[in-house]
């Protein structure tokens, strides 16, 4: 089994890691790692794949796991089992495992310096221009400077051709997120109604506007790299990776 452990000075009682597609059971279109129940893989595959991570990882509980919508709401994570329907949970209780799934969309995972609150984000491009990371921000108690985020596996700018709505969706939100200039240089013009959208430039600029300046991450393309992530936009029906964080 192969998995990502963040490149970041996270503090010890903090976890984190993320999953690839190799090692698991599912086949098909889901070889092998899947860890989503609702994509149309064998739900024991899934299950037996969530095992096999477990393990490796020694999840002290099973994670909690989000109905995610492309929206910006947040869920204090719980050990309970149900799954929420969030686009990000958070939790500053040890043995808690907040955790997001995506195949293209970008994972946010963050972190104060002390080790007492952790979170992890799904963002689309909709929740990304929504305010998601901003709404996340704020429910932890340290101050935005003392909180470090990485950004996970996602869709690269030469394979993220998106149209005018997404283009003005995030233009809307300056000057928060800085100048007009700052926001359009994430994007690159290849037609007169096409750009390509460097999600991972956008997250930055999301991140420090919400006061985070301590950010990693962001050297993983899903679309590029079909041996180690599954990847919506490259295979439409496919698996998804998940991207967690907890305090031990």
Known sequence: ???????????????AA???????????????????????????????????????LRLPVAPQLLEQVHGVDVVHAQTDGIIRRADACYSDQRAVVCTVMTADCLPILICDRAGGEVAAVHAGWRGLAGGVVANTISQFKNRPDQLL????????QPHFEVGEDVYRAFLANTPGWGSTQQVDACFLRTRPDRWQADIFSLARLALSASGITAIFGGGHCTFANPDAFYSYRRDGQTGRMASLIWIS
């Open 1 to 15: 089994m192969s998995i990502i452990l963040p490149d970041w000075p996270a503090p010890n009682p903090v976890n």
């Open 18 to 56: 993320v999953s690839t597609r190799r090692g698991g059971l599912s086949a098909a279109v889901w070889r092998s790692l899947n860890l989503a129940y609702h994509v149309g893989d064998n739900a024991l595959s899934v299950e037996q794949n969530w095992q096999l991570l477990g393990s490796l």
């Open 149 to 156: 985020a990485w950004l996970g596996p996602a869709i690269s």
